[in-house]
């Protein structure tokens, strides 16, 4: 089977073919570490960290990096804000977004290289462009020279009139043309800042993506991917400085870029105050809901956010560990079946998630179905192995169903001894006893179900407590 991708340079699926099947590369923008991410900002991770589990399969060498980048003009305005110094703005949020993101379950990167670690590489970038007559020094900055490169634009198709409006904002004196970005920019005493052959100053942020890629994945790379925010200005600089920086050799040669999440409708974003912080959603929902939700659309369609969506994600989620809950005594774990290739052929075909989770409804209703012991082994390894490679049911069912949600702490000792009272007093046929602990734990907000398999109980969700 061969993997397609959507190519935002070509505006079409095709069939990807890495340059090197014995090192496939692959690039995606990194945060900027000034502040938590919010839920939006974590799509680009989960679905391209899924690309990297996909490459992971059909190759045997992949580096997949995702940079940091800790030098940026809001860090400096977060880190006086709070009257703190920038590393430690910088360090904390790092950890912060490495922590979260792996409790997402993105995909760890091979390499996660951090722009202040790469200063060398950025000013020798900088002056090899400067050499060959596509950028210019003026008044301590280093400016890329837009009309050096004809073919600038061709990423987002805009045409050099829309992106000289769009500039227009940053028009200074030291500019040939408004259009042109700077790599470089002078540092005052109080800012950060490195000696360069231009005096002390800091690098651009667009720049800093170009040296980076070229320092640990080589000239030219086999997938360059975020989101679709940055295609202008952010991946049409990059193009054009490392396409200058190499001669006029190829930068990407696909380009992934996933939409945008929304909220009410509008791109969440910090500038709009919109956000929902992922640090503090991990802690009111389980991180596989979450997933599950950043996964639910296509990664190419904007995804719009709600508490509604939310909570059929919890329902979603509940059934297929409620099948796996009912087949606890079989015997099967995640790899003792091959994924199915309807789950396999869905997210080869440009990541077709929503397709993937159909058929792992499917999965999940055939092993609800199952009769025979051996049926339910198979349905349940099939079921097990397909929601792996999409990063779900990591959990055992019991786990999950016990996962304290919206803050409420509970204690499953006490919930497992007033279980076993009531069952108790079922059993001599107090059933006023019986109802009074059913009352005392739907207080304690947990629910509790009678089966012939006896009584279960999980906590109740926001709904079921309202109710
Ligand atoms: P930033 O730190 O702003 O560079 O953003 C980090 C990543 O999050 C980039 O790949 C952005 O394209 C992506 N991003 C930002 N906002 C959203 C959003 N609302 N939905 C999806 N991706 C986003
Ligand atoms: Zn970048």
Redesign the pocket.
């Known amino acids: 089977m061969t993997l397609r991708l959507h190519n935002s340079l070509t505006r079409r699926t095709e069939d990807f073919v890495p340059r090197d099947p014995a090192r496939v590369t692959m690039y ?5 570490v000034y502040n938590y ?2 839920i ?2 974590a ?3 989960v679905v391209f960290g899924l690309l990297s589990r996909l490459l992971r399969r059909l190759y045997p060498n992949v580096v997949y990096a995702r940079n940091i ?1 800790d030098v940026d003009d809001k860090i400096n305005a977060a880190a006086k804000a709070a009257g703190v110094p920038i590393d430690q703005i910088t360090t904390g949020f790092t950890t912060a977004y490495q922590e979260d993101m792996a409790r997402l379950g993105a995909d760890a990167p091979d390499v996660a290289p951090h722009a202040t670690a790469h200063i060398p590489q950025i000013i020798a970038m900088s002056q090899r462009l400067i050499e060959s007559g596509h950028a210019y020094a003026a008044e301590g900055h280093v400016l890329f020279d837009v009309s050096s490169y004809p073919a600038y634009g061709a990423l987002s198709g805009r045409s050099t009139d829309d992106m000289i409006a769009g500039a227009r904002v940053e028009v200074a004196p030291y500019k040939k043309n408004p259009a042109d970005f700077v790599l470089w920019k002078p540092s005052t005493p109080d800012l950060p800042g490195w000696d360069s052959p231009w005096g002390r100053g800091r690098p651009g942020w667009h720049i800093e993506c170009s040296a980076m890629a070229e320092a640990h994945l080589g000239e030219t790379i086999d997938i360059h991917a ?5 295609m202008f200005p952010h991946h049409e600089n990059e193009i054009a400085q490392s396409t200058c920086a190499h001669g006029g050799r190829l930068f990407a040669k696909y380009w992934l870029h ?5 909220f009410n409708g509008k ?4 500038s709009l105050g919109n956000v929902m912080v992922l640090h503090e959603l991990l802690q009111k929902h389980p991180p596989e809901v979450l997933r599950y939700l950043l996964l639910k659309a296509h990664y190419r369609q904007p ?1 719009d956010w709600s508490d509604s969506t939310l909570k059929q994600a919890r329902t979603t989620l509940d059934g297929w560990y409620g099948v796996l809950r009912d087949l606890a005594d079989i015997e099967a774990v995640a790899g003792g079946a091959p994924v199915p290739a309807e789950i396999d052929a869905a997210l080869l075909d440009d990541l077709n998630t929503p397709e993937a989770f159909a058929a792992l409804s499917r999965l999940a209703d055939a092993a609800r179905a199952a009769a025979t012991p051996e049926a339910k082994r198979a349905a349940k390894a099939a079921l097990l192995s397909a929601a792996d490679l999409l990063g779900l049911l990591q959990q055992t069912p019991d786990a999950w169903f016990k996962h304290s949600v919206s803050g409420v702490d509970i204690d499953g000792a006490e919930v497992e001894r007033l279980v076993e009272e009531r069952a108790a007093a079922k059993k001599v046929k107090d059933f006023a006893a019986a109802d009074r602990i059913r009352m005392r734990l739907q207080d304690m907000g947990v629910a509790i179900e009678d089966t012939p398999q006896g009584t279960r109980w999980k906590i109740q969700n926001d709904d079921e407590r309202a109710a």
Do not use: Q
């Not at 995606?28 to 900027?32: A, D, E, H, N, R």
């Not at 791109?267 to 910090?270: D, G, P, T």
């Open positions: 995606v923008c990194g945060p900027t991410v919010h939006g900002n799509r680009p991770y980048t975020g989101g679709n925010d940055l996933n939409g945008m999440l929304t791109k969440m974003s910090k995804l």
